[in-house]
C-alpha cells in the first residue's frame, strides 16, 4: 500500500466512508483496502478531522515473565558464548526461533551479550583467468549481456561481479545492461555478498533506491554493512507477536 495525498476528492471519500460515532478498527483496515493506504495513514487522518477513533489493542506478548527472566540468565551467565540460532536451540527446547529470540533480546537491551555468528567463507565463482577476462571485457565497453554470454551466467551474478570489481577499484564504472529485465520476477539480491556491501554500493548494483533496498533487508531479515535488517524484521516480528 502507498501514501495517499489527502486531496479534497480523497478527504472527501474518507469522511463519507467514516460515516458517523466512533471509527472502530475493523472500519479502519476496511477503509484502508478502499482507498489503497494504510489503517494507520486512515486513522491519523481522521483524529485530524476530529473523528473519534477506537485505539489498536496491544497484543500480549508471547513471552511469559518466567521465560524472560530464564532467557536472561542464560545469555547473562554466558555473555559472548551463544549465537542466536543457538540460544534458540538451548532454550526450552526451541519453543522461540531465532528472530523471536533476537527480537526479544533486542527489546530488552541483552543483545550485547549474544556472540556473532561465524562469516560463512564465500564460495569463488569466478577463476583468476575469468576475472582477467571480465574486466577487459568492461573496459572494452562490454555490457551486461555480453559478459553473460561469455561466462554463462545469469544477468545477476555478473552484476555481482562486476559491483565486487567496481568496489576494488579493477574497474572504473558498472558495465550498462541493454536490455531492460523489469517485467521479470527475480531476486534482486541474487549472487551478491549482501553482508559485505553498503546500502549505496546495493543502490547500485540492483538499480533500486535507497529506500527500496532497506525495505528488502527489513523484510527479509538481511543485514548488510550499514543497515541492520536483521534487527529491524526482529524488532517488527517482536512487535506483532
Known sequence: MSKINWNEENTARLVELAGTGTVSQDQL?????????????IGAKLRRLDFEVDKATAKASAWTPAQEAAITELVTSQTGTLTYAEISASFEGGVFNPKQVQGKLLSMELFSHVRKADK????RKYTEAEEADFVTIINDGGSMEDLATKFGKPLASVRGKALSLLKGGEILAMPKQEKSNAKEVADVLANLE????TVAELCTATEKSERGIKSILSRRGITCADYD??????KLDEKSA
Open 194 to 197: 549482501v553482508a559485505g556491501l
Open 229 to 234: 535488517g536483521a534487527a529491524k524484521r526482529a
Open 29 to 41: 483496515i476496511s477503509i484502508a483496502e478502499v482507498l489503497g493506504t494504510t489503517a494507520r495513514s
Open 120 to 123: 560463512v567463507k564465500a564460495v
